[in-house]
């Protein structure tokens, strides 16, 4: 297991609570905020978000500042043991700041300026903004930088979203002459010959010409810059104000804008902001392997430490259109599934609903009834009860012998390119990503999620669907981490283009994988909706899988070049080609798959990879459909976190698993029984300690 790592110093428990919105009520309703403070102990909740909205009432005139209202609620949230998580209120402005400073506010591609309205809608790039945000930082680090509640810094609010005014053109200028150097290298990265688009001066680039897919994805690369620019901007104000604490910001998931491996690298802590739709249908099984794709990406990008889930909704949130209460067991079981995956915190968007405002509907621990007596607020203090007993796991991780790679730039690059077609739910960049990764999943066994530019050693195996965009390097690590023993695991549309969306000449997959895989894809095929293709697995083959499998809408024509063939595809003009191969590279292996494929067959292809390459597993024998197992510890204990998310009660075969129930304290082995959206949660000593 990896080391231990508490994420608020100090504090040996979950972190419990949500965000928190006291300056909504203050002016009217000071009674209001006395009231939470009881409510909270109630609810178990120990841990708020304060100011992410409270610019207004930080600065509500130019160069006009309060801060004794925040003091005075951090003294009592600290007086009652709870920790306060401070957030920087750049996420939205005062509306004299856009007022006097019209150019703070974002142009749309159509060059119109945005009125002020809403939030997360300011100019990254404008000084004035950077300014003010500088000022207004720094004066709250000074002010509250050694305060005892203030544990860590909440960045923003969900940091996204471009902005095309002339400071931002410009900058992106720059940035192209930093990254280029000389037009004649730009024009060649761009293919710029391609209908007389060759630009003969920086100053008519204009991200905004989707024609010239190269400058589109540099556009992005560009807009994910700036952002982070911005953030470490926020940081330096924080840290000019001699502010210690580490800071965090609230990703988004797999959002699509920013590429959250270089935030990453920037934070102290990660944290995300999870709304999923649980509908009681088999979707939600999708829902939930894609939510366990998504927390093991946030552990994976501080190497396994914990993470927060610093926003989800303890109820329905009023904006996904079908606001659908969650049913009984679906609340708790979507918390503990983002503890299984390495969360220390669990809070919520948002403790109490406002009177008024967009929000006023969206669920919350506090409902406007104002009372401890709701069915929400009764779960959420619960599952407090709940998490205290869960103590022990704070602070340990996961070790994970697979790897799944996920890169902005492969998914960029693939979006920003008229074809190869991007297929709805086929061979989009995510798909095949969230496939493989629930095939480990189903089959029990740990996952990591990294980008191809991470660090593969330790692994044992590495799983890189659609590695569209080749990295520089990557071809080179991936050799290596083969030839030491590891497996790897290409698929089509892989090795196809270059750093700047040029297509790669030497046969695809190229870029060195061609000869990793011992194959050539000299043609992909596009089935129209309807058409069906198969592959037959061949009689002997390593992976001793067997029978017919139908494919998706992505096929390509393989030809092997030394790899060993598993399977063929049985129809059309190139029925009996390679479908998926083997090749053997020094000690370790390269799979290419050369078809889209549904869930059923990743779970079969995982598991047959799984005791080929003798991987550990969770549980040793097989799990009923929806039900999932994870693992959490330390060099002492293991936490094994069983979980049913089928709407009906579920029988499974521990084998020779043995553990505490952490709740009950009772001893768990042979067949367990679940009810429907029901979790149990046990610990086990390891193998060289005595058991209890
Ligand atoms: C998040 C946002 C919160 C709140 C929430 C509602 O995206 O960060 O401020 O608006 O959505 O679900």
């Known amino acids: 297991m990896k080391n231990s790592h508490t994420i608020f110093s100090d504090f040996p428990y979950f972190a419990h609570g949500g965000d928190y919105n006291p300056d909504q009520w203050m002016h009217r309703y000071p009674e209001v905020l006395e009231e939470d403070l009881r409510l909270m102990n109630l609810a178990n909740c120990n841990t708020f978000s304060l100011g992410i909205f409270s610019w207004m009432d930080y600065e509500p005139r130019e160069d006009e500042f309060h801060f004794d209202w925040m003091r005075k609620i951090l003294d009592n949230l600290h007086g009652q043991g709870s920790q306060v998580v401070l957030a920087t209120p750049s996420g939205s402005k005062p509306a004299w700041l856009s007022k006097a400073y019209p150019e703070v506010c974002r142009v749309n591609e159509q060059g119109l300026r945005a009125h002020h309205h809403r939030r997360h809608n300011h100019c990254m790039t404008s000084p004035v903004y950077r300014e003010k945000v500088a000022i207004l930082n720094q004066k709250l680090a000074k002010e509250f930088g050694d305060h005892p509640a203030v544990k860590m810094w909440h960045l923003s609010n969900e940091y996204g979203g471009e902005c095309h005014c002339d400071l931002c053109h410009r900058a992106f200028q720059d ?41 589109r994805l540099d556009w992005r690369r560009f807009v994910s810059h700036q952002t982070l620019d911005f953030m470490k901007a926020e940081i330096a104000a924080l840290r000019a104000g001699t502010a210690t604490q580490p800071v965090t910001t609230n990703m988004m998931g797999f959002y699509q804008g920013l590429d959250y491996w270089r935030f990453a690298e920037v934070v102290d802590v990660i944290s995300d902001d999870a709304y999923p739709q649980w509908k009681n249908t088999a979707q939600d099984l999708n829902t939930a392997a894609l939510l366990g794709c998504v927390h093991d990406m946030h552990r994976s990008m501080k190497q396994g430490k914990p993470w927060m889930l610093i926003e989800s909704c303890p109820d329905a949130p009023q904006w996904q259109g079908t606001a659908r209460l969650k049913r009984p067991g679906v609340y708790r079981n979507e918390m503990l599934q983002a503890v299984a995956h390495g969360a220390d915190a669990i809070m919520y968007f948002q403790w109490r609903k406002g009177r008024g405002g967009s929000e006023k509907f969206h669920g919350a621990v506090v409902d406007h009834e104002g009372s401890e007596n709701t069915r929400v607020f009764k779960q959420v203090s619960e599952l407090g009860s709940t998490l205290q007993k869960l103590a022990p796991i704070v602070g340990t991780s996961t070790k994970s012998e697979v790897a799944v790679i996920m890169d902005w730039d492969s998914r960029w690059a693939l979006e920003c390119s008229q074809g190869p077609l991007i297929i709805k739910g086929e061979n989009q960049y995510l798909t095949p990503i969230l496939k493989s990764h629930r095939g480990f999943w189903e089959n029990g066994v740990s996952t990591d999620v990294l980008e191809s530019l991470g660090d593969f ?55 060195g994988l061609r000869k990793l895989c011992g194959v050539w894809a000299e043609e992909i095929d596009y089935l129209y909706e309807g058409e069906t293709q198969e592959i037959d697995f061949l009689p002997g083959n390593t992976l001793e899988l067997k029978g017919r499998w139908q494919t998706g809408r992505t096929c390509e024509r393989v030809h092997a070049e030394g790899a060993e063939i598993l399977a063929t595809f049985t129809h059309d003009f190139y029925a009996g080609s390679p479908a998926l191969t083997c090749n053997a590279v020094g000690k370790g292996s390269v799979y290419y798959l050369a078809a889209s494929m549904d869930t059923a067959f990743w779970k079969a292809f995982s598991q047959s990879l799984i005791s080929n390459a003798k991987l550990s597993r969770i549980l040793e024998t097989e799990l009923p ?68």
């Open 625 to 692: 459909e929806g039900v999932h197992i994870r693992e959490r510890g330390d060099e002492n204990k293991t936490y094994i976190f069983i979980q049913n998310f089928n709407n009906h009660s579920v029988e499974i075969d521990l084998g020779n698993l043995t553990g505490r129930c952490m709740e009950t304290g009772l001893s768990v082995q042979g067949r367990l029984k679940l009810k429907g959206w029901h979790s149990r949660v046990l610990c086990k000593k390891r193998h060289s300690l005595p058991e209890e």
């Open 457 to 511: 050693s330790g692994y044992r195996m590495v799983i890189a669907p659609q590695l569209y965009l080749l990295k520089p390097g990557v071809a080179e690590r991936l050799r290596r981490f083969v030839e030491d023993g590891g497996t790897l695991v290409l698929t089509y549309l892989s090795g196809v283009v270059g750093e700047s969306n040029l297509c790669l000449r030497e046969g695809f997959p190229g870029g």
């Open 175 to 215: 940035w192209l002459k930093n990254r280029y150097e000389t037009l004649d290298e730009l024009n060649h990265a761009w293919w710029s010959y391609f209908w007389s688009h060759r630009i003969g001066d920086w100053s008519e680039i204009d991200p905004r010409d989707e024609s010239v897919d190269g400058m």
